[in-house]
Structure formats: structure tokens, C-alpha cells
């Protein structure tokens, strides 16, 4: 199902693994990582961030996993994602910092304040002299200007980084605020634009079309929005909603939608739960009747017809509120 057609590519960067991770209070093992790995692998997702909430070098603990133990574990499990960090210059030093360069990481991100990103300095550096693509994440961006966030960009453009991440660390960047940043960082830098933001002011899929249509070619997401506070952007509505208007991207959206049945059997360990959203995207993206879905789970039991297969016969023959019996014939034909 296609809407208008947009000739541009979007990549993803799954955080369930590293934002995710505040959730569950740092405690995903490897046995997790390589499972949450291996699924957004196989869902065609271009990057999956792995690593402690606050990054490669801030978490030491003994019974839990190191930095290079998650390394191996998530490289192994990805065979065509590319593995991405998330560093804090004030957390890594220089040295730990240089060990995580000898891995084969496809994205390393320096988290610094928007306000003040000379911390990431000589960390771009040393990732660009390895050969690694290397950007800036600039968290907290809902507290400065545009005009203010473009100044300090610019100086990650001169320090070599290849990529730039608009950070809404608290959610709370409204529509026209992220698309005034979005705009004017890319025009200033001409740099890759990410954004990241968090689902504080349910905005997080809406912001993120927003810094798409201006110029972001890149979105941070989470399995089932798994994140720090609201959570961040859903990658399986992310996906359906760049599918439906037409993005080139890697991601198929009915794998991607399967993720959240993964870390749902995952998380439950760690006495988490989220809102499995798959029958509602699905929904969503054919357009049925938001009423018709008790007809549908019905239906699915009794005939054993896939809720998606059926959902998208509905859509198909365009049933609307008093259809009731021919859905039942649908379901019956289907099975």
C-alpha cells in the first residue's frame, strides 16, 4: 500500500538495545542482545545501537556484561545491520574509548550537551582516522534556539563528524521547532541529519515524519517505543508510516512489527511490560474500520485466518459498519 511516493532513503537506528536498556535498568544480557539482534537483523533495520543507557564506558558492574562482551555478542548475531554505539566523552575516556574503535562498528555517536559539543573533539577524530562514520548527538535540544543548535553543528562539521542527531532528550520539542532546527542544521552543515526524540508529548512519529520532510535522513527508534521516559519513537510505526507514504527504506514492516513479540517474551523477565501495538499499525496502515478489530481476533480464533491476512482483505473489499456478516464469509473463505 503505497501513498505518495517519495524518491528518497530513510535509515533506521533501532536504541531498544541502549535507550531500551534505562528500561530494564541496564539488565539485558547476551543471550537478549543477540535474540533482539538477530530479529531487527532479519527485519532489515540499518543500524541497531547496542550498549548501556548512557553509552559504551558508563556502565561497570560486576555479573554483567562488558562493553566488549556486548560488542562480540550483538557483531555476531548482525549479518547485514550495521552495529552502532552511543559514547559520552565524560563518561569513556580516551583509552576504553580507543579499545571499542578495533570493532566493527558501523556508526559511533559522541553524546554531547547541544549547547557545548567540544567534548566530542578529539573522539571524532580518532573514529575518523579508523575509518568509522562518526557523528554528534546533541541532546537536550529542545532547550536552545534553532539558530543556537546550528552554531554548535556547524562546529561538529569542522571537527570531521559525518553525522549530526538533533536529540529531543526530553520530548518536548513542538512540531515547528523541530522542523525550523532540522532545516537549518542541514542547510548550514549540508551534513547526514538524524533525529531522536522521546514520546513525552506523543508527538515521537509525528516529529519524526516532520524532521524527515525537512531534511533528516535518518530516525532513531525502539522496539515497541522501549526507552527513557514516554519511550522513544515506535520502530514498527515509524516503519508502517514511511511504507505507507512511499520512503525507500530496508525495513520490512511486517517483520518489523513481528519485533515486539520478541522483546515482549524478553522483557517480561524484568518485570516490564509494553503496549503490543501490532494489530492497531496494522490497522492503521490498511484502513479498516478501528471498531472491526474485536471482529477480527474473533474471527481469527474461530476460523484460524491471520489477523494480517484478513485485515488486509477487509481493507481490499472495503467493508464498512454493517458488513459484519460478509467479514464472516471473508474469514470463512480465507481459512
Do not use: W
Not at 543500524?47 to 560486576?62: A, D, R
Not at 507514504?245 to 513481528?258: Q, T
Amino acid at each position: 500500500m503505497r501513498g505518495l511516493m517519495v524518491n528518497r532513503k530513510i535509515k533506521i537506528i533501532d536504541s531498544t538495545l541502549r535507550d531500551g536498556n534505562h528500561t530494564v535498568g541496564n539488565r539485558f544480557d547476551l543471550d537478549d542482545i543477540k535474540s533482539i539482534v538477530k530479529t531487527l537483523d532479519q527485519s532489515g533495520i540499518d543500524y541497531i545501537e547496542v550498549g548501556y543507557g548512557f553509552g559504551m564506558g558508563s556502565f561497570n558492574k560486576e555479573g554483567f556484561a562488558t562493553d566488549y562482551q556486548i560488542l562480540d555478542a550483538a557483531i555476531g548475531q548482525a549479518k547485514n545491520s550495521k552495529i552502532a554505539i552511543l559514547v559520552f566523552p565524560n563518561k569513556a575516556d580516551i583509552k576504553s574509548y580507543e579499545k571499542l574503535l578495533d570493532y566493527d562498528i558501523g556508526l559511533i555517536r559522541l553524546a554531547v550537551q547541544a549547547s557545548n559539543v567540544e567534548p566530542a573533539k578529539d573522539y571524532i577524530k580518532l573514529a575518523r582516522d579508523k575509518g568509522i562514520q562518526v557523528g554528534g548527538f546533541m541532546m537536550m535540544a529542545s532547550r536552545l534556539s534553532a539558530d543556537e543548535i546550528t552554531s554548535e553543528a556547524s562546529k561538529l562539521k569542522k571537527f570531521g563528524a559525518d553525522t549530526i542527531t538533533i536529540t529531543d532528550s526530553a520530548g518536548a520539542m513542538i512540531p515547528s521547532s523541530v522542523v525550523d532546527t532540522i532545516k537549518k542544521v542541514k542547510e548550514a552543515t549540508k551534513l547526514e541529519i538524524g533525529f531522536h526524540t522521546h514520546d513525552n508529548l506523543g508527538l515521537a512519529v509525528g516529529n519524526s515524519m516532520l524532521a524527515i520532510s525537512s531534511g533528516a535522513s535518518f530516525i532513531d527508534t525502539a522496539i515497541a517505543g522501549l526507552g527513557a521516559g514516554a519511550g522513544n519513537t515506535r520502530t514498527e510505526s515509524l516503519v508502517a508510516v514511511l511504507d505507507k507514504e512511499g520512503y525507500k527504506i530496508n525495513a520490512d514492516m511486517f517483520k518489523s512489527i513481528e519485533c515486539v513479540k520478541v522483546l515482549d517474551k524478553i522483557i517480561k523477565k524484568y518485570d516490564v511490560n509494553i503496549k503490543d501495538m501490532r494489530d492497531m499499525i496494522l490497522i492503521g496502515y490498511y484502513g479498516i474500520y478501528s471498531a472491526f478489530m474485536k471482529n477480527v481476533s474473533d474471527l481469527s480464533d474461530k476460523y484460524g485466518v491471520s489477523k494480517k491476512y484478513l485485515i488486509a482483505n477487509i481493507a481490499k473489499n472495503r467493508y464498512v459498519p454493517g458488513d459484519e456478516e460478509k467479514i464472516e464469509s471473508l474469514a470463512k473463505m480465507l481459512r
